[in-house]
Every structure is written in C-alpha cells, then in structure tokens.
Nanobody, 124 residues
C-alpha cells in the first residue's frame, strides 16, 4: 500500500513557474514508476509525465515537452514536477500516481495508487 500526498500547487501568472511535489509513504517507493496527470473542469484526466523507478526513463505529453520536468528522489520518497512557462490552459488539478508493474505509463488504468490532487491555476 502506498499513500501519496501532493503539494506545491497555487495561483501563478502566465509565464510563471511552479514546482509540485508528491510525497509517498512506505519503504517500497523505489519500486514504483510514478506519473503526473491533470484534470481540468469538465475534462477527463490527462497524462502529463511519467518516470521509471530508476529515473532512467522519462515520458512527457506533447503539450508539456520543453516546459515541464519530472524527477524523483527515492531517498526522500518524493517525485517532483517542475513546471515552467505556464499557460492558462495548464490550469487543472494535478495528481500524482504510482504504478506497480508493467503498463502504458500514459494510461490512467496503469496506475495503482493516486493522491488527492493539488490545484494549479494560471491567470492570463
């Protein structure tokens, strides 16, 4: 069992930056692939980024490439999402998730555990 708690969301102007954190409980954090998703009002939850347990592999949605960076610190049981050059369309609730096993890391169904989400609002 893994519990995930996101933090770092908030209100920022377009062009600004935020760093989201996701702290995980448990001693087996290092075995999980981790992902970030987001959900805007009235829309489905969408893939943002994912990282393998060793950080060797990282994946990004096309709409965040070059602006967002995912990283993790297994010693701190934490995964991060650095977001730069934010746009109003990035406004959403951001969720982190943990995946135990194989699967398409861009799919919601590939993840076993989810955090409660943190709100990111980008004003124009």
């Amino acid at each position: 069992q893994v519990q995930l708690v996101e933090s770092g969301g908030g209100l920022v102007q377009a062009g600004g930056s935020l760093r989201l954190s996701c702290a995980a409980s448990g001693r087996t954090f290092g075995r999980y692939a981790m992902g970030w998703f987001r959900q805007a009002p009235g829309k489905e939850r969408a893939f943002v980024a994912a990282i393998s347990w060793s950080s060797a592999a990282k994946y990004y949605a096309d709409f965040v490439k070059g602006r967002f960076t995912i990283s993790r610190d297994n010693a701190k049981n934490t995964v991060y999402l650095e977001m730069n050059n934010l746009k109003p369309e990035d406004t959403a609730v951001y969720y982190c998730a943990a995946a135990d096993g194989l699967g398409d890391r861009s799919k919601v169904a590939s993840y076993d555990y989810w955090g409660q989400g943190t709100q990111v609002t980008v004003s124009s």
